[in-house]
């Protein structure tokens, strides 16, 4: 790809040159900025059903607009604020809050439609390509900017005059659109392929879930198989606590590790990344040592059935169970179970906001139990599937992260200049 022929030094933070026929403007010297504070007190009582959309910040954050996902306040309220009525070429960004940044560009508008508080409306002047403008503020070079905001603030807010104060680069009005041509283009491209592997990731684990089910009796009758409750194939279940925060040590070199729920990641656990003496197991009456081997089911929350091998002795917070002591069951298989029969432990949770089983529940649990030969036959065959599916799908993340890497790079290589692009739409 071509670069520019001649180069001058830039007053643009964090950028050294830029072509030589660039300019540096402030934002606010070539964009309308407004927004909309409060709505007069709008409450979502008053969104009906087939009034204006308003956009909110998950309304922009797909690469189109989603319209018909957001709210919808009647024609009245849409009136009060002409100056946010949007138009084509508007560039929408988030000024508040953790999604400080967060951009899109109005490309078409298939009916009328407004933004909440969360989001300015920057409309350019005639100079100035909205397209560009977007890709700018979407480029790794304008979201430090971003960055430093989110960072340095509790509750982090954009200001109008910090946007009009942000400085870039301003090529010609024809080199713009060229830009934003070919961002445009490429990017499509990127996405796709990013969609793609996606899609594939999808279909890996659906097939990884259907072959664990399907081996473990879960997707089909197994007549001549046991349907034993997990208190029978264990010598005895555990549970642990959470010390105060002074008694926890936060290394992985801890002298007893010590699991929490967000470490069960169908895995053997090797180390953790914190853990307490044997001075506080001693003082803390809850927390005792599950031994190498046991089989760790979480019980509270979003992660519910969430399970892992212990490959060392250690303790555990309250949100795990321990299976510990097998009795002529394969540990392994009983983890595979449990994975297919995820779904089947959530129906046993109780509870609202943080929904939660016991210990109970889990030891009256059935699964369908083959001989010792037969699961440990299974494991071996679902360990080499497995393997193979997961390899297939790091391959298929890593493909995901490199073209992200590279679509970020491109757009920042092209809106500051580093690269020349009229060529590529020619």
């Given at each position: 790809?071509?670069?520019?022929?001649?180069?001058?030094?830039?007053?643009?933070?964090?950028?050294?040159?830029?072509?030589?026929?660039?300019?540096?403007?402030?934002?606010?010297?070539?964009?309308?900025?407004?927004?909309?504070?409060?709505?007069?007190?709008?409450?979502?009582?008053?969104?009906?059903?087939?009034?204006?959309?308003?956009?909110?910040?998950?309304?922009?954050?797909?690469?189109?607009?989603?319209?018909?996902?957001?709210?919808?306040?009647?024609?009245?309220?849409?009136?009060?604020?002409?100056?946010?009525?949007?138009?084509?070429?508007?560039?929408?960004?988030t000024k508040d809050g953790s999604t400080i940044g967060t951009v899109n560009v109005v490309r078409d508008l298939p009916e009328p439609a407004t933004v909440n508080g969360s989001i300015a409306v920057l409309t350019p002047t005639g100079r100035l390509d909205g397209r560009y403008l977007y890709w700018f503020i979407a480029s790794t070079y304008?979201?430090?900017?971003?960055?430093?905001?989110?960072?340095?603030?509790?509750?982090?807010?954009?200001?109008?005059?910090?946007?009009?104060?942000?400085?870039?680069?301003?090529?010609?009005?024809?080199?713009?659109?060229?830009?934003?041509?070919?961002?445009?283009?490429?990017?499509?491209?990127?996405?796709?392929?990013?969609?793609?592997?996606?899609?594939?990731?999808?279909?890996?684990?659906?097939?990884?879930?259907?072959?664990?089910?399907?081996?473990?009796?879960?997707?089909?009758?197994?007549?001549?198989?046991?349907?034993?409750?997990?208190?029978?194939?264990?010598?005895?279940?555990?549970?642990?606590?959470?010390?105060?925060?002074?008694?926890?040590?936060?290394?992985?070199?801890?002298?007893?590790?010590?699991?929490?729920?967000?470490?069960?990641?169908?895995?053997?656990?090797?180390?953790?990344?914190?853990?307490?003496?044997?001075?506080?197991?001693?003082?803390?009456?809850?927390?005792?040592?599950?031994?190498?081997?046991?089989?760790?089911?979480?019980?509270?929350?979003?992660?519910?059935?969430?399970?892992?091998?212990?490959?060392?002795?250690?303790?555990?917070?309250?949100?795990?169970?321990?299976?510990?002591?097998?009795?002529?069951?394969?540990?392994?298989?009983?983890?595979?179970?449990?994975?297919?029969?995820?779904?089947?432990?959530?129906?046993?949770?109780?509870?609202?906001?943080?929904?939660?089983?016991?210990?109970?529940?889990?030891?009256?649990?059935?699964?369908?139990?083959?001989?010792?030969?037969?699961?440990?036959?299974?494991?071996?065959?679902?360990?080499?599937?497995?393997?193979?599916?997961?390899?297939?799908?790091?391959?298929?993340?890593?493909?995901?992260?490199?073209?992200?890497?590279?679509?970020?790079?491109?757009?920042?290589?092209?809106?500051?200049?580093?690269?020349?692009?009229?060529?590529?739409?020619?």
């Amino acid at each position: 790809m071509k670069t520019h022929e001649q180069f001058r030094p830039t007053s643009l933070e964090w950028l050294e040159v830029l072509p030589s026929d660039w300019d540096e403007r402030e934002i606010g010297r070539e964009v309308w900025v407004r927004a909309r504070l409060g709505w007069k007190g709008l409450t979502a009582s008053e969104y009906v059903d087939n009034g204006v959309p308003m956009l909110a910040t998950p309304d922009i954050k797909g690469r189109a607009i989603d319209y018909g996902g957001a709210n919808r306040i009647p024609q009245d309220r849409y009136d009060e604020s002409p100056e946010i009525m949007l138009r084509e070429g508007d560039v929408l960004l988030t000024k508040d809050g953790s999604t400080i940044g967060t951009v899109n560009v109005v490309r078409d508008l298939p009916e009328p439609a407004t933004v909440n508080g969360s989001i300015a409306v920057l409309t350019p002047t005639g100079r100035l390509d909205g397209r560009y403008l977007y890709w700018f503020i979407a480029s790794t070079y304008a979201q430090g900017t971003f960055d430093r905001l989110r960072g340095g603030m509790g509750v982090p807010h954009l200001f109008q005059r910090d946007i009009n104060r942000i400085r870039l680069p301003f090529p010609r009005p024809l080199e713009q659109r060229a830009i934003a041509d070919f961002l445009d283009r490429e990017t499509t491209q990127i996405d796709t392929l990013i969609e793609e592997q996606q899609r594939l990731i999808e279909l890996l684990r659906e097939r990884r879930s259907a072959s664990i089910a399907r081996s473990t009796g879960w997707d089909h009758s197994t007549a001549d198989w046991t349907r034993a409750r997990l208190s029978w194939l264990f010598d005895r279940t555990a549970s642990g606590t959470t010390p105060a925060n002074a008694d926890i040590v936060y290394s992985s070199e801890a002298e007893i590790p010590w699991v929490t729920t967000g470490e069960l990641r169908e895995e053997v656990i090797i180390e953790t990344q914190r853990g307490v003496t044997a001075d506080v197991v001693g003082r803390y009456s809850g927390l005792s040592v599950h031994p190498s081997g046991s089989l760790l089911i979480a019980m509270y929350g979003a992660t519910i059935g969430r399970t892992a091998l212990l490959g060392i002795d250690a303790a555990s917070n309250q949100a795990c169970c321990a299976l510990v002591g097998p009795i002529g069951v394969d540990v392994e298989f009983v983890q595979y179970s449990l994975s297919a029969a995820r779904e089947r432990l959530l129906l046993e949770a109780v509870g609202g906001g943080q929904p939660n089983i016991n210990q109970e529940k889990i030891r009256s649990f059935r699964i369908p139990v083959p001989s010792l030969i037969e699961q440990r036959r299974i494991v071996a065959d679902l360990k080499e599937k497995t393997e193979k599916i997961d390899s297939l799908i790091a391959k298929a993340e890593q493909f995901i992260e490199l073209s992200r890497e590279r679509r970020a790079a491109l757009i920042t290589a092209a809106v500051t200049g580093q690269i020349d692009v009229r060529d590529e739409v020619a």
